[in-house]
């Protein structure tokens, strides 16, 4: 079946612009992660959603960082006024729901490369 | 909330001997530890994982160690090829809390020289 997909995989866009970043996860997948990768580094926790539990939005960076997830399926990451410090790689993965209490293994997409000039 | 760190950030090795690579968490509640492994380009892929319940698990040349107590992880490989050359992120979570988010360590480059 089909992966994790991302749209769009690059993106570069002016200082000071919105951008939406797009996430279709795994079809029955319950939980959907956002992790930002700069340059080198490591997966840096954004965003956490759990069926119809509210969002874990503690590692959005400020403000200008929101993610929805409409249905339970579709996700966007939206980031308002898009400053430099803001390129990296924008990952998104999917999981299955917990079974017993026991973790699942979470699938990630090919990411969206974000270049912000 | 859960913090994971990770050691060596760099790991260089000759073909064929082993390599370790360390994890601890903070939260003790967390009872799903996986490993992935990231090439040059490529998105992380699970490797492989361990549940609370268990102290070790291997998969060939792959093996994980739990110690609950200490709240540390690690991951074996031996017997290292040169395509195990790549980026090694452990992760610990609690999938039952009311945040199940999976947090990762920095990350651990293994070189395997030929």
């Known amino acids: 079946g089909a992966g994790v997909s991302q749209s769009p995989s690059n993106k570069v866009t002016e200082k000071g612009k919105d951008v939406e970043l797009r996430c279709d996860p795994i079809s029955g997948h319950t939980a959907l992660y956002w992790y930002r990768q700069s340059l080198g580094q490591g997966l840096e926790f954004l965003i956490y959603?759990?069926?119809?539990?509210?969002?874990?939005k503690s590692g959005l960076p400020s403000d200008r960082f929101s993610a929805e997830r409409t249905g339970g399926s579709v996700s966007t990451l939206t980031i308002q006024r898009t400053q430099q410090e803001d390129s990296a790689v924008y990952l998104c993965?999917?999981?299955?729901?917990?079974?017993?209490?026991?973790?699942?293994?979470?699938?990630f997409g090919q990411g969206t490369r974000l270049t912000v000039v | 909330g859960e913090n994971v760190e990770q050691h060596p950030s760099t790991l260089s090795v000759q073909e064929g001997d082993s390599a370790v690579i360390k994890c601890t968490y903070s939260?003790?509640?967390?009872?799903?530890f996986p490993w992935y492994k990231q090439e040059l380009g490529k998105r992380p892929q699970l490797i492989i994982d361990?549940?609370?319940?268990?102290g070790e698990k291997k998969d060939q040349r792959i093996a994980v160690t739990l110690n609950k107590t200490a709240k540390h992880f690690s991951l074996h490989i031996t017997e290292t090829q040169p395509e195990d050359s790549a980026v090694y992120f452990c992760?610990?979570?609690?999938?039952?809390?009311?945040?199940?988010?999976?947090?990762f360590g920095q990350g651990t480059t293994l070189q395997v020289k030929p």
């Open positions: 959603f759990q069926g119809n539990s509210a969002p874990d």
């Open positions: 939260d003790s509640a967390s009872n799903y």
């Open positions: 993965a999917s999981s299955q729901n917990p079974v017993q209490g026991e973790g699942t293994e979470a699938f």
């Open positions: 361990i549940r609370s319940n268990v």
């Open positions: 992760a610990a979570s609690n999938p039952s809390s009311n945040t199940g988010k999976l947090i």
